[in-house]
């Protein structure tokens, strides 16, 4: 080593500028697919290129998860690591429109200003297989899977009520309605539409989507919010007959409590409300309806503060009591869910009970507590109990009864056990522009028609005034010379679906396509995909723990069961990452606490973030983003810097001691990246760091500085790589090994330190013994329970215990 480089102070932008070129030139970050011997594949979630470009929140999900994909390269895998972006969709539109740009013009932009960040940020990206929904060679194939589908039967076109928002003129998921509001526009009020859209039959897959979940090793929030968006739930679907023999099915999961059914209940939009309204109710039903139509699916499942209904005049037979019941309309019940039908139990459901209170409508219990002299108040509903009220079941448990009522009611042609789920039939349709168009001609003579696959992909035409209106059709629908086709099959003048496909059936499939971004003839190649596939680990944000992956897995499967690919589950391994917050909050424009990761590139150099962010918490947590946090981390690479400067010769007795430590090192990072522990891993090399420092020699030998480099590596790539080359190495440091540990000097030395502030303990760390005092404030600095009690007050006095505590003293 030159005098001169051991004088070099760190430079990032210089360090990462040549880096950055170098791994390019050499191709580190790219290799032949076909050859992998041990294939990783480490994806991250699909972006959207938004013309704000990347936010912190987005730098912090792909670092952790680059992080990931680092370590298993040094660990010998053949690490996959490929970003796109998700450019169709909604947001892009609105944004377009809002600056007056065509979004044709407007993405390329936006992804250029996104790729030029992401390659920043020192991500082990092969660039050569990254994609764009929006260009055609994709969405072909986004079409091709629509199509797989239609020819399956589980793409089907009907009627449904759907969210509707008058400002962004499209549907709106669920999901995407706040409190009433549209999400994108939160002060416009959603109302409701019957529109004739395109679903995908999801329901069908909704057993098998719950089951799999068992055996996925994924974060437990993740499978649970998954297996209650399912929302199984056992049952029967018992039958109310009226007078002139209309039936109506209504599921429940108590049929024990049939006997105390005193009306029935539809939804609005229920195919028999017409046909069981009176003359004298039907100004009353009109009106009722036509206000329902203005609330959007989301407030009605939420349900209002007063109940509301309107009476249809006709009534139907209780089938356990034979007694007539009135049939009412009320919001609260949706037609998405069961039959669009409830029976009304009043004494033992809340909204049943205010609804009969209100509209002064009979209540009977027929339940009562098991054991218990004491009646609660009504409403009550226990399972624990007896039935009352209830005929020949006076007496039974309900736990019993359950299965008894609906065996007498079946053998009366009325009733029979069911399984009901809250899951719904996907819509994919969406009635604006920047979308791929759904891949269906319309004939007078044929009816719907598939486009041939030959003829993929339909192509999204340029369309100059591409703004939606109120009419709900799509703007496509203007374009005449597009609109008008010849039908496929009788070759006579036909038209196209004007509808665009929800952005989530581009995101649902693009795991698939990124091994075979080459392939013109075919979605995914064969070979690639039993060499690749499934995914072996996924990181991404539990924003998507639902629709995105509920789609995902549903495709998949559905192609499994086409013979189309040979696994069903496309994601091995999933973890949901935390939320970043800037100085406590929430990051917003409003707030004027938004960080650009560009701007903090600049001032410290991308590694600096890279292991600042890491630092701030548990990866799956998150953290709390502070300005005056990121020297902590400078310092310690520059110290780090320095040690690479200072090569030479350890005495033995130093020697010793360092490579202890250092092997408990090798073994504690090893286990926390593997585990996604970033924070505790990067606290393992501050304590060894700082036992280098601490020794009586002017020099260090490379043997204990080389795998320092090596652990410190997936968090600071470029760093990592300058320092190597500088200890005379020419190739990159990731086409080395991960050391190897000696389980005799890695013999655990971690110790629990308690946190106290003043004097009362409120914290309690899993940190490496030995740690010194500026290590463990670091880390209180970062944990949430201890600084509940310190946030915001002066910290007077510090009592530091080596291994045992650290006691805050604070004062406000």
Not at 128 to 135: E, R, Y
Request: aromatic share 10%; net charge negative; charged share 25%.
């Amino acid at each position: 080593m030159t005098s001169e480089n051991q004088n070099n102070t760190y430079d990032p932008t210089a360090v990462e500028t040549k880096w950055r070129a170098r791994w390019d030139e050499r191709g580190t970050n790219s290799f032949d697919l076909a050859k992998a011997e041990k294939p990783f594949y480490n994806l991250m979630m699909f972006p959207y290129p938004s013309a704000e470009g990347l936010h912190i929140g987005n730098v912090f999900a792909f670092v952790g998860a680059d992080i990931h994909g680092r370590f298993k390269r040094l660990r010998g895998m053949n690490v996959f690591e490929p970003l796109g972006y998700d450019a169709f969709g909604i947001h892009s539109e609105n944004f377009a429109l809002k600056v007056n740009t065509h979004p044709a013009k407007l993405i390329p932009s936006n992804i250029r200003n996104f790729e030029e960040t992401l390659r920043r940020t020192g991500l082990m990206i092969d660039w050569n297989h990254s994609l764009a929904t929006t260009d055609p060679d994709y969405y072909k194939w986004t079409q091709w899977i629509f199509l797989q589908l239609y020819k399956a039967g589980l793409a089907v076109k009907g009627k449904a009520p759907v969210n509707w928002c008058p400002e962004c003129k499209t549907v709106l998921a669920n999901e995407q309605v706040i409190d009433g509001f549209c999400e994108r526009h939160p002060e416009t009020r959603v109302s409701q539409r019957i529109l004739e859209q395109w679903f995908f039959k999801i329901t069908d897959y909704a057993e098998r989507l719950l089951d799999n979940l068992e055996d996925l090793d994924w974060s437990d929030s993740t499978r649970a919010m998954q297996a209650n968006w399912i929302g199984k739930s056992h049952g029967a679907e018992l039958v109310f007959t009226t007078p002139i023999g209309k039936e109506i099915g209504v599921f429940t999961t108590r049929p024990d409590t049939v006997f105390g059914a005193t009306y029935l209940v539809l939804a609005p939009e229920h195919p028999l409300v017409e046909e069981l309204t009176t003359d004298e109710q039907q100004g009353d039903v009109t009106k009722y309806l036509r206000e329902t139509g203005k609330q959007d699916i989301v407030s009605r499942k939420v349900g209002s503060k007063e109940k509301t209904g309107v009476f249809t005049g006709s009534y139907a037979r209780n089938p356990a009591t034979n007694s007539s019941i009135p049939i009412w309309i009320a919001d609260y019940v949706l037609m998405e869910y069961g039959t669009g039908a409830i029976m009304a139990v009043p004494a033992h459901d809340d909204r049943d009970f205010e609804f009969a209170t209100k509209f002064k409508l009979p209540i009977v219990q027929v339940v009562e507590p098991a054991g218990s002299d004491e009646v609660p108040d009504l409403p009550f509903s226990i399972k624990d109990g007896t039935l009352v009220n209830s005929g020949q079941f006076d007496g039974t448990n309900c736990e019993e009864a359950i299965q008894k009522v609906t065996d007498w009611l079946a053998e009366q042609g009325a009733g029979e056990l069911k399984t009901q789920y809250r899951l719904h039939d996907w819509c994919i349709s969406r009635q604006r522009y920047w979308g791929p168009p759904i891949p269906m001609i319309y004939c007078d003579r044929c009816g719907s028609v598939p486009v041939p696959e030959k003829d993929l992909p339909v192509e999204l035409p340029f369309l100059e005034d591409f703004k939606p209106d109120e009419s709900g059709v799509s703007p496509l629908a203007r374009v005449e010379d597009w609109i008008n086709v010849e039908c496929p099959e009788c070759h006579g003048m036909a038209t196209r679906e004007t509808d665009v496909s929800d952005t989530f059936l581009d995101s649902a499939w693009y795991f698939l396509r990124y091994p075979s971004t080459d392939c013109a003839d075919k979605a995914f190649d064969d070979d690639l995909n039993t060499r690749w596939l499934p995914v072996s680990s996924y990181i991404g944000g539990n924003e998507h723990a639902v629709l995105h992956l509920m789609y995902s897995r549903f495709v998949t499967m559905v192609l499994k069961d086409l013979g189309l690919i040979d696994f069903e589950e496309p994601f091995l391994r999933f973890r949901a990452h935390g939320t970043i917050i800037k100085d406590g909050a929430k990051m917003s424009k409003s707030r004027g606490n938004v960080v650009v990761p560009d701007q903090y590139f600049d001032q410290w150099g991308a590694d600096t973030i890279r292991m600042y962010l890491m630092f701030l918490g548990p990866y799956q947590e998150g953290g709390d983003f502070r300005d005056d946090g990121i020297s902590g981390i400078r310092r310690f690479l520059d110290k780090i810097w320095k040690l690479v400067n200072e090569i030479g010769a350890t005495p033995d007795e130093e020697g010793v001691k360092f490579n202890r430590v250092l092997h408990q090192t090798i073994r504690k990072t090893a286990e926390d990246l593997d585990g996604l522990r970033y924070n505790t891993a990067i606290a393992a090399c501050m304590t060894y760091v700082n036992t280098l420092r601490n020794r009586t020699s002017s020099t260090v030998a490379a043997e204990f500085i080389e795998p320092l480099l090596i652990i410190v590596a997936p968090f600071v790539p470029h760093f990592a790589e300058e320092c190597w080359e500088r200890l005379g190495h020419n190739a990159s440091i990731f086409d080395e090994n991960w050391p190897v540990f000696d389980a005799d000097l890695a013999k655990d030395d971690e110790i629990q330190m308690v946190v106290q502030v003043n004097g009362k303990v409120r914290s309690k760390l899993q940190i490496p013994a030995g740690s010194d005092e500026a290590t463990v404030r670091a880390l209180v600095d970062n944990d949430d329970s201890a600084q509940k009690f310190i946030a915001g007050q002066q910290v007077r006095k510090v009592i530091f215990v080596a291994d045992r505590l650290i006691n805050m003293v604070v004062s406000g």
